[in-house]
């Protein structure tokens, strides 16, 4: 995996997955077992795909 792959894969789950709400794209982007930096939100790809359908989206738009 190079740097420009890996920097692709994190604007695509910032812009798109989190400002966009496109949980479709996270299981071709992160793999099991994610691990939650925030004790308090549990792990697992389908809790962040949860929430983020629940929210709708997680940030505002990114400046470019």
Do not use: C, W
Request: glycine share 8%; charged share 20%; aromatic share 6%.
């Amino acid at each position: 995996m190079t740097r420009d792959h890996i920097q692709n894969v994190l604007v695509t789950i910032f812009k798109k997955v989190f400002d966009q709400g496109r949980t479709d794209l996270m299981p071709g982007l992160v793999s099991e077992p994610s691990i939650q930096p925030n004790p308090l939100f549990p792990n697992g790809l389908e809790a962040i795909i949860g929430y983020i359908k629940k929210a709708g989206r997680i940030v505002e738009s990114l400046a470019a």
